[in-house]
């Protein structure tokens, strides 16, 4: 495996800005596997977390330290070591927390995958990032993992293990791996990196996004502050465990950091987490605006008793002004819109904040040094209030990708700005405002859709001469993906289901399937000949409302 080479692997602060964060008490030289212990000490009979299915499972911190501690000890013995990569594909269980502080407390990187991820995600994962071990269900959601890690396996050549929750198969059972710890690791230190997740991007896969013990504890302090989170919050992670909302804003993380509880809810829907809300005492959780909506529409015929729940965080997608007054109503609690990125920059509205910004807007920063510019098209700032692109830099906003030096020239500008792709306008009270996205990117509910990833599997299909991929608007997802698809001359007749089942047929993530396709004879395009996906959006867009 490759060694990891620090700020060249992934661009670090300034020295001159890492001091000025350390000295306003942003970085504090706290690790996590070291947040843990001292939870741990402080309450060590308090729940920490809590896995609902098949049977109630329990936790306390002192519980969840020890199982970190056995884990990691296991772990090491099998040659798992500090900055190796780890990738890891689990669904809301209980250890899916369990193996992340195992991996903390040895300095090993987690490399979060989501649920929905298949063997094309999965296989690049494991090999940009060099990974050793990938740690999955038996069976989630009547998928089989086993086969699927046996196929990455042959992809992968550093993959020295895989690790399975439940049967193993030809693998290795999880719950086989821990051990007696001998003597503690040395562990990270608080500027190394913690973890890596995946960006949204604009194109093919995911990119690779290095955040730091320090920096993302950073962001859950000021998260728990704004949010009120304390030893009596119980926070329902509905949403997949390893994505950036409900894993730090202020999410699991930021509930243990508090010392609450967390409660791991299996699946989304209201009438699995309306038992958990009642049964569970659930006093927070967060949704994407999708999920938002489908609660506000069963709460009215709930029999389950919701009068616990104080707060719901919407975030991961632009939340529509209307949807966002129906929820306080239905649901009897406040409403808090997040606007984030896995990146860094996370701004709320905030509890004192009055019913028309909360509706209105998309929040404020979590930092005072959050710094904000909106730019036209030549990065010259906007007049205040007038949208234009959002570019950032701050204590807990990445300087770079992993690994993805040309990517950064592009993304980042030369002063470390982060160029987020967000058009935002700002209201004189310091709040933004979200326009949509400057590029091409699908926001799907909150899940983002590359359109060249989808593309380039439609190509291959030997009917398809050519095909765009594009946004179309959407009330109840934000929008929609639409596969405009030039036919090959001669080709059999096409039909849409044919180029869905293709898509889906080459394993990848449900929700990047196209949910519609048009067969077309040309593309508009723009003045120098390129395929213009504005004009295909305009003409679709014109076509919906016919």
């Not at 995911?206 to 998260?223: F, M, V």
């Not at 909106?374 to 209030?385: A, N, S, T």
Request: include cysteine; hydrophobic fraction near 40%; charged fraction near 25%.
């Amino acid at each position: 495996m490759a060694a990891l080479t620090p700020g060249v692997d992934a661009p670090t602060w300034p020295a001159e800005f890492a001091e000025r964060y350390r000295a306003a008490g942003y970085w504090r030289g706290e690790t996590f596997g070291g947040m843990l212990r001292e939870r741990a000490a402080a309450h060590p009979d308090r729940v920490a977390l809590v896995d609902p299915a098949p049977e109630r499972r329990t936790w306390t911190y002192r519980q969840l330290d020890e199982r970190a501690d056995r884990l990691a000890a296991g772990f090491a013995a099998r040659g798992i070591g500090k900055g190796d990569r780890v990738v890891l594909h689990l669904p809301n269980v209980g250890e899916f927390v369990e193996v992340v502080f195992a991996l903390f407390r040895i300095g090993a990187l987690p490399v979060y995958a989501l649920p929905a991820h298949r063997e094309t995600e999965i296989s690049y994962f494991c090999s940009f990032t060099e990974a050793v071990a990938y740690v999955i269900p038996d069976r989630h959601a009547g998928f089989d993992h086993r086969d699927l890690a046996s196929a990455v396996a042959r992809k992968a050549p550093s993959l020295r293990h895989v690790f399975v929750v439940g049967e193993p198969g030809e693998h290795t059972a999880l719950r086989e791996v821990a051990r007696a710890p001998e003597e503690p690791p040395a562990g990270p230190r608080a500027h190394e990196l913690a973890f890596l997740q995946l960006s949204g991007g604009t194109t093919g896969v995911p990119k690779l996004i290095p955040r730091t013990h320090d920096d993302y504890l950073y962001s859950l302090r000021g998260s728990n502050e704004i949010c009120g989170v304390g030893p009596g919050t119980r926070f329902l992670v509905v949403l997949p465990a390893a994505h950036n909302f409900p894993m730090s804003s202020p999410g699991w993380l930021g509930t243990l950091l508090a010392g609450g509880r967390v409660v791991m809810c299996p699946r989304p829907d209201p009438s699995t987490a309306f038992p958990l809300v009642a049964r569970e005492g659930i006093t927070m959780t967060g949704l994407v605006p999708p999920l938002a909506l489908v609660w506000t529409q069963a709460a009215a015929a709930a029999r389950e008793d919701l009068s616990h729940l104080e707060l719901v965080l919407v975030g991961g997608a632009k939340y529509s002004e209307e949807a966002a007054r129906r929820l306080r109503p239905a649901l009897g609690c406040r409403l808090m819109q997040v606007f984030g990125m896995a990146e860094g920059l996370v701004n709320y509205t905030r509890l004192d904040d009055d019913e028309e910004t909360v509706v209105t807007t998309q929040g404020r920063p979590i930092s005072p040094d959050d710094e904000i510019r909106i730019v036209d098209d030549d990065d010259r700032d906007v007049p205040e209030g007038e949208f234009g692109h959002l570019l950032t830099r701050g204590p807990y906003t990445i300087r770079g990708y992993w690994r993805a030096h040309k990517h950064n020239a592009r993304s980042f500008t030369p002063d470390g700005f982060y160029r987020t792709g967000d058009l935002v306008r700002r209201t004189p009270g310091g709040h933004l405002v979200v326009g949509g996205r400057a590029k091409d990117q699908i926001n799907r509910g909150g899940e983002k859709i590359a359109p060249e990833e989808v593309e380039n599997i439609i190509l291959a299909h030997p009917g398809v001469h050519d095909v765009s991929v594009v946004a179309v608007p959407d009330t109840y997802l934000g929008e929609r993906s639409l596969a405009y698809v030039i036919p090959r001359e001669g080709a059999a007749p096409l039909r849409p289901a044919q180029i869905r089942r293709f898509v889906r047929e080459r394993g990848i993530a449900a929700y990047k399937v196209p949910d519609l396709v048009e067969f077309v004879t040309a593309f508009p395009q723009t003045g120098i000949g390129k395929v213009s996906k504005k004009g295909l959006r305009s003409v679709a867009t014109a076509a919906d409302q016919q």
